[in-house]
């Protein structure tokens, strides 16, 4: 039985408080540092993307794998799991918000974001719905879209970051009288992102009303996406958008929660596909190395090797 939505504890924010398919170049983001990031061993193959749940785990755990042989970076994008889109009910306006345990990694960039960048690994913020019916697919005007793109690109300027991935998930369209989904929203927030952020990863968890709505007044921003992933665990599925097979995932795996076997059967069609990305969630503080093996042996020919 697959899991159809990542199983995620999310105790903070419901009390409200995407090396070969790297499209960004070798150099990963320095933020307010200014120090090089120091380029990683090679490594030939897919893109392998972890998400960490901060409420609970540290994305410092990102960078403690690597290959056994070659010694490169296991994962190459991390992504923060995640920031919210909120409803101001006084301004009637969407807005980016952070539960403290996001906060608290965005505040420490030096010691949790930097480190990761300094190895080569790109650090991305996803977004994700609150339960409020602030969406990414019901801004009201062309106008409002834009207002909220600022405020992520504000984010990844301010903390050094090195893109956005959207998750159209847990919205609650109409709630606090919001509209419902509609043709345009996703469409013109996206334009302005990209706009904004014209050499950022912007990636999509292809799940929710957005992910449908890509194509608006002869406008299609699937070529605006650097990628775009399967988001049901422990199988595989081609996202539905016009991107190169060398953005696309569909394979994902919860690590510890899909079976080691269902793992390397996913990363073995990953390669046979020809697809470039390879989508992996919850990777946490524990030794990891076994279900991390499983599908860097059909990746990357190698083993993984955790260090603590």
């Known amino acids: 039985m697959f899991t159809p939505v990542r199983s995620r504890v999310r105790t903070a924010v419901l009390a409200l408080s995407a090396v070969t398919a790297l499209a960004l170049g070798a150099t990963a983001t320095t933020g307010a540092t200014g120090a090089a990031a120091a380029p990683a061993p090679a490594k030939q193959g897919p893109t392998s993307v972890a998400y960490v749940e901060v409420n609970n785990n540290s994305m410092l755990n990102v960078g403690k794998y690597t290959l056994a042989n070659g010694g490169g970076n296991v994962f190459d994008v991390a992504v923060i799991f995640a920031a919210n889109i909120n409803y101001d009910t006084g301004t009637k306006a969407a807005t980016l918000y952070f539960n403290e345990n996001v906060q608290r990694v965005l505040d420490n960039a030096a010691t949790q974001i930097r480190p990761l960048q300094r190895k080569g690994i790109k650090v991305v913020l996803s977004v994700l719905g609150n339960h409020q019916g602030a969406g990414f697919a019901n801004f ?58 014209p050499n950022k990863i912007i990636s999509l968890y292809n799940i929710g009303p957005s992910a449908s709505r890509l194509s608006y007044g002869g406008v299609d921003v699937s070529s605006r996406f650097d990628y775009a992933w399967n988001p049901y665990y422990g199988t595989w599925q081609v996202p539905g958008i016009a991107l190169p097979k060398s953005k696309l995932s569909p394979a994902a795996v919860e690590i510890g929660g899909t079976s080691q076997s269902t793992t390397a059967d996913l990363a073995r069609r990953t390669v046979d596909g020809g697809y470039g990305v390879f989508l992996t969630y919850n990777l946490d503080g524990a030794d990891r190395s076994a279900d991390v093996s499983a599908f860097t042996r059909e990746l990357y020919g190698s083993a993984a090797v955790y260090t603590p």
């Open 140 to 197: 009201p005007s062309k106008q409002a879209a834009s207002k909220f793109a600022d405020q992520l690109s504000g984010a990844v300027a301010k903390y050094g970051l090195d893109g956005i991935d959207f998750d159209d998930e847990y919205a609650e369209y109409g709630n606090n009288g919001t509209g419902r989904p509609n043709a345009g929203s996703f469409v013109y927030l996206v334009s302005a992102l990209r706009a904004d952020l």
